[in-house]
């Protein structure tokens, strides 16, 4: 079988794609002077056009996606983008950051009306849009939690922040770089933070207790409203991972809750499109206290004008250049615009439906439910003894379906967690779970079947262990 | 439309599964309290009525006009083929490649990434892409820190100011100190003395005011003192400038907006960083490689994780996990269609047109400033403030004129920017207006507009 082939391999010498308008006049070592240039060109590719199309098209084949098929993975939220929402983000492609603000009138209401309606969302009193993804929000906001407690004089005091240890890792991460030490606190037999370890925890070096509810298990923290007391009689501030609010969006808010700080990724609940990896977006909404310490700029009104807001002295500052992934923002406001407070609500109810129906299709199938109670918008299941998750999923990509997120949360063996999203029907529930029994009942029947999956994917199982042992992480051109 | 497919049937169907009578009663781990509050959000529109209301906001955003700003975002060639080819729903909709099997699509385009910001930067390692250039400088100096366990860092004050302001903001926690390189008159940076203190050195290439910097030399203090230069580049200027690697840089870090992404009000574009071998450990964010399937095959995976978030939490090396990969990818396809003939024919059109646009002004008497080593933008004094010149230009139907603030004490000024994308006729528009306004000739009262 041969190798499919990089864009480097394709082409000859002296072919391309695209010609730009060209200007002619004085060369580059007149204009700039000849030690200013490179003495050789980038080894960049030299395709034709239609090359070029079959290349990226072939790729794009070789990729699974939402638009493809049931793409399950828990914590990721992969629901349907929809296309309009690419239709909307065209109409302000050609607008420069630095272009007058009087003159970009429109694109600076939308903005301010979207951080309005994030802010009615979260139950929050103002949002910055500009974090360009989740972990990039947490960084914001644990950053604002610092300020504030230096401006009240307990900034050395306060030096722990505390996660459960169901966390994702981008919360201890966050903390870390915000110069905070981290402390876990167990996850209790009923699937929820440990209450009494919790309270133990608490303390006056207590800077920031990072929670995401519903948890990492997608089963809602009950006490939550003990524990933003707990946290809060302390001095503490509490950060809500948004991550999971697609469970409860237009349902409940993290403000009610007692949270101080939320990030939303917009890139999960408001179905900005995933892109492979990103661009994400991670607005931030805070209380009242903390709205001082937001980055700059916000998007204000004055008079009639919407306004570019930088002279905020207290605040953290710049998290980024600009004002935050704009076109993933017209996505999010084109979302809540059609949907409104009731489609929203019927998001996250049926997002609670599909989950927990799966789950119980799951559990039919075989599959032990790790904390088996009514969940809310994901779930995490386990494998029969003896099976690997790892093995499943592999076997899974054979059936044309993806995996669910495998692995995580690191509180469960062989964890499998699932979330199915309020945009697919029972029946392609019902066809996952009828597939998820077939690969138990042929893993029975035949112990190769896994080992062996996948067996009709582009390629197979990779060699991880040499990748990363000898890594190569360029082409080389024959000559590395 | 909240894309719902659920007849009333089904969530009978569904509800009678679970074995629960109510879809409220899957609600009822939440505390009754705050379940269903008011939710003070307009009325949904259907799909007309949100374009029309899209338009009509879109109708107050001044686009397609003659456009000379710069300041770290300008408006290039774009063939209609990159966003096609690069938009395909395949790659839009897909999630991180965590499953390799299905993901080759995402993972080799990633690795084709590596490889051209490799060539075009001259160092060996890139990473799939950061948020932005400027989280990318902060994280950069962050490494640099790790690498050399020294805690400060020195950066020219002609690094994009609010490159700056994210650098301060990124260090503050740490107790990182920032020592500020002041300019020549020249509006370059001096090669400063560096203590062997200082973690890195860090210098943007063409600099914020666009004027090429002395990077060699600067590579040589920086290594000197033991500290690293961390090169802030503009991707595009590199088809003709000379690379990073070539005289010694660390670390090459940048905004890639230049590459193939709308300008989009500044976002989505995407950062990157390049790194010799030696600092691959350190290296934040995810990173592609090379391997073979159990058939033998070529093919590519997400690799080295244990310096990422979710292998080491705390001890990562960043928090970062979602990156800017589709709007990579939109730099990637568009070099392949350029290709280094095409990437070369946009630098030097933009460097002439940007010369040429000097000139121009120079001839209908503008003051603009006296350094000729410049890449795709320049200052020029004016008269009124920047962001007046600005407003003023604008409502003449030019877009033009980042305002220079006033850190850089030369008064009153805007930087101008033109691309291989400006025509005779942009420059003809640019001109009246400026002569509008006032900003032409060496006589003249303000003009009030
Ligand atoms: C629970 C949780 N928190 C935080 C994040 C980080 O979000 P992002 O990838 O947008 O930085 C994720 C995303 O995977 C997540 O699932």
């Not at chain 1, 700029?297 to 306004?307: C, N, Q």
């Amino acid at each position: 079988m041969s190798d499919f082939p990089l864009v480097f391999e394709r082409g000859a010498a002296g072919r391309r794609a695209a010609r730009p308008p060209v200007t002619d006049g004085a060369s580059m070592a007149e204009l700039l002077g000849e030690e200013a240039l490179r003495a050789d060109p980038p080894r960049l590719p030299e395709v034709s056009e239609l090359d070029l199309v079959r290349h990226y098209t072939q790729l794009a084949h070789r990729q699974f996606s939402i638009d493809g098929n049931f793409y399950p993975l828990g914590s990721c939220t992969m629901k349907y983008n929809p296309k309009l929402h690419e239709d909307a983000a065209e109409r302000f492609l050609d607008l420069h950051p630095y272009q007058d603000p009087d003159h970009a009138q429109g694109i600076l209401a939308l903005l301010h009306d979207l951080q309005r309606d994030l802010a009615t969302i979260t139950g929050m009193d103002a949002i910055s849009l500009q974090p360009a993804a989740g972990a990039h929000g947490e960084l914001t906001g644990i950053l604002m939690i610092r300020a504030y407690h230096e401006a009240n004089g307990e900034g050395e005091q306060r030096r722990v922040v505390i996660c459960p240890d169901g966390a994702h890792g981008t919360n201890p991460a966050t903390a870390s770089m915000a110069g905070y030490d981290v402390v876990e606190v167990p996850t209790g037999p009923d699937g929820e933070v440990d209450i009494e370890a919790f309270e133990a925890a608490l303390g006056p070096d207590t800077a920031a207790v990072m929670l995401t509810n519903p948890n990492t298990l997608g089963i809602f923290e009950r006490r939550i409203l003990r524990m933003s007391e707990a946290a809060h009689a302390v001095g503490a501030q509490l950060y809500y991972d948004g991550a999971n609010l697609n469970a409860v969006v237009g349902r409940a808010r993290p403000g009610d809750m007692g949270f101080d700080v939320v990030h939303l990724n917009l890139h999960k609940t408001f179905t900005t499109p995933h892109g492979g990896g990103g661009p994400g977006t991670g607005p931030v909404g805070v209380k009242a206290h903390l709205a001082p310490y937001l980055p700059v700029p916000l998007v204000a009104r004055e008079g009639d004008r919407y306004v570019l807001d930088a002279e905020r002295p207290r605040s953290i500052g710049r998290m980024r250049s600009f004002y935050g992934n704009v076109g993933n923002l017209v996505r999010a406001y084109a979302y809540i615009r059609t949907l409104g407070a009731e489609g929203l609500r019927r998001v996250s109810s049926m997002a609670v439906l599909n989950a927990n129906y799966l789950r119980v299709k799951m559990k039919e199938a075989g599959f032990t439910i790790a904390f088996d109670r009514v969940n809310m918008h994901e779930f995490v299941a386990q494998p029969p003894a003896g099976m690997r998750t790892l093995d499943i999923a592999k076997a899974l990509l054979d059936h044309g379906v993806h995996p669910m997120t495998v692995y995580f949360p690191l509180i469960v063996k062989e964890a499998m967690m699932v979330e199915p999203t309020e945009t697919e029907s029972l029946e392609t529930l019902d066809a996952y779970a009828a597939t998820l029994a077939e690969v138990l009942r042929r893993a029975e029947a035949d112990p190769a079947y896994l080992a062996e999956a996948p067996r009709h994917t582009p390629v197979r199982r990779l060699d991880e262990t040499t990748a990363a042992r000898k890594p190569v992480l360029r082409h080389g051109f024959g000559d590395l | 439309m909240p894309y719902v497919p659920h007849t009333d049937d089904d969530v009978r169907r569904a509800l009678a599964a679970i074995g629960v009578d109510d879809v409220d009663d899957l609600f009822a781990d939440v505390p009754a309290e705050i379940l269903d509050p008011p939710l003070d959000l307009p009325e949904p529109m259907d799909e007309v009525a949100l374009l029309a209301h899209l338009d009509a906001l879109a109708a107050l955003d001044q686009q397609a006009v003659p456009t000379f700003l710069g300041g770290g975002v300008r408006r290039h060639f774009i063939p209609a083929v990159t966003p096609r080819l690069a938009m395909q729903g395949e790659f839009v909709t897909a999630y991180t490649p965590y499953q390799a099997e299905v993901a080759q699509g995402v993972l080799q385009s990633t690795f084709e990434f590596q490889t051209m910001m490799s060539e075009l930067t001259g160092l060996p390692i890139a990473n799939a892409s950061m948020y932005d250039g400027a989280s990318a400088v902060a994280e950069a100096a962050l490494l640099a820190v790790r690498q050399t366990h020294r805690e400060t860092v020195m950066v020219s004050r002609a690094v994009h100011p609010e490159t700056r302001e994210v650098l301060q903001t990124y260090l503050w926690p740490l107790d990182i100190d920032i020592e500020v390189v002041d300019l020549e008159p020249s509006l370059t940076t001096p090669v400063p003395a560096v203590g062997d203190h200082v973690a890195a050195l860090i210098v943007q290439d063409p600099n914020h005011l666009g004027y090429l910097e002395d990077m060699p030399a600067m590579a040589a203090a920086a290594h000197a003192a033991g500290a690293l230069l961390i090169a802030v580049v503009d991707p595009l200027a590199l088809a003709v400038l000379r690379e990073p690697g070539s005289y010694g840089a660390d670390v090459a870090v940048g905004d890639g907006q230049v590459l193939g992404v709308p300008m989009q009000f500044g976002g989505p574009a995407f950062g990157f960083m390049v790194v010799t071998d030696g600092l691959l450990r350190q290296l934040p964010g995810r990173l592609v490689g090379q391997t073979s399937d159990v058939d033998g095959r070529r093919a590519f995976v997400l690799t080295l994780q244990a310096r990422e978030q979710h292998i080491r939490r705390s001890k990562a090396k960043s928090n970062i996990c979602s990156n800017h990969q589709l709007a990579a990818l939109l730099a990637t396809v568009n070099m392949a269609a350029l290709g280094p003939t095409g990437l070369r024919e946009m630098a030097e059109g933009t460097v002439r047109r940007a010369h040429q646009l000097a000139a121009a002004l120079r001839a209908a008497g503008a003051d603009v400033a006296a350094n000729e080593r410049f890449f795709a933008e320049f200052v020029l004094r004016t008269r009124a403030e920047g962001a007046t010149v600005r407003r003023r230009l604008a409502k003449r139907g030019v877009r033009a004129g980042v305002p220079v603030p006033a850190e850089y004490g030369i008064g009153n000024g805007v930087t101008l920017a033109a691309t291989e994308l400006t025509t005779d006729a942009d420059v003809e528009a640019l001109l009246a207006a400026l002569h509008d306004v006032g900003e032409l000739g060496v006589v003249g009262t303000e003009v009030v507009a």
